[in-house]
């Protein structure tokens, strides 16, 4: 795996993140297709670029959009 496939992989996720829904792991693994550790890369780039806000709930880790709002 390169950056280039963690960017794509980064782009699937955020197209499904567009729905602006709150997604658990589970389910973005399931409708993604893609490996635990593909999964992984691909929220750590989003997560780097604040893009994505995790939330974990007992066991379970939700991703949802990060909205950034500047004023000024």
């Given at each position: 795996m390169d950056k280039a496939e963690i960017g794509m992989n980064a782009g699937k996720i955020w197209h499904l993140l567009e729905?602006?829904?709150k997604w658990s792991y589970k389910e973005l693994k399931s409708k993604s297709?893609?490996?635990?550790k593909e999964l992984g890369a691909a929220l750590g780039w989003l997560?780097?670029?604040?893009?994505?806000?995790?939330?974990q709930e007992g066991d379970e880790l939700f991703v949802f959009v990060c909205v950034n709002v500047y004023i000024g």
């Open positions: 729905n602006n829904a297709g893609l490996k635990d997560a780097r670029e604040e893009r994505i806000e995790p939330d």
